[in-house]
């Protein structure tokens, strides 16, 4: 769950998850339900920390982009 500015309650974005490609999804999961460090999360996918760091910032990206496109839906 991640915390809505505009909302009262949390809202669930598990199924936008779920609608990004395996890569970004494993690397939001290794991050923020893992709580995997850059570092680890690089050596689990044989890049550097740099790259994972850049793979988190376009994952989290093309969530937000996925969560306005079904707010926009509404």
Do not use: C, H
Request: negative net charge.
């Amino acid at each position: 769950e991640i915390n809505n500015l505009d909302a009262e309650e949390p809202i669930d974005i598990s199924d936008q998850i779920e609608e990004l490609a395996p890569l970004p999804q494993n690397v939001i999961k290794m991050r923020y339900v893992e709580e995997k460090t850059f570092k680890e999360i690089g050596e689990q996918l044989g890049t550097s920390e740099v790259n994972a760091r850049k793979m988190l910032s376009r994952a989290v990206k093309n969530l937000k982009e996925i969560i306005s496109e079904k707010d926009n839906d509404r």
